[in-house]
Nanobody
């Protein structure tokens, strides 16, 4: 059984920073890819970033240069460092992990960027 739990969301002013965490039940060595997705009100869920088991990273154009994804194997946790936040980054952020072709999801954490 794979469980993923996000934390670190909240309300931040434009230009501010947040760090999201995704804690996994058990070793994250199992996951060939881990990533972050987000869903804004009235919009479809969209991919934000991912990191592979070989630590290759990739980012959506909208967040490249502002967000950084990382994995901490010692703590079985994935992070998303978000800097220079914009109002359009407001969304529920979801953690995703893949084992083969099977996807696992967290329950999401709300990020609101507003003055």
């Amino acid at each position: 059984q794979v469980q993923l739990e996000e934390s670190g969301g909240g309300l931040v002013q434009p230009g501010g920073s947040l760090r999201l965490s995704c804690a996994a039940s058990g070793s994250i060595f199992r996951f060939n890819v881990m990533g972050w997705y987000r869903q804004a009100p009235g919009k479809q869920r969209e991919w934000v970033a991912h990191i592979t088991s070989s630590s290759d990273t990739n980012y959506a154009v909208s967040v490249k240069g502002r967000f950084t994804i990382s994995r901490d194997y010692a703590n079985n946790t994935m992070y998303l460092q978000m800097n220079s936040l914009k109002p359009e980054d407001t969304a529920v952020y979801f953690c995703n992990a893949k084992i083969g072709f099977v996807d696992y999801w967290g329950q999401g954490t709300q990020v609101t960027v507003s003055s």
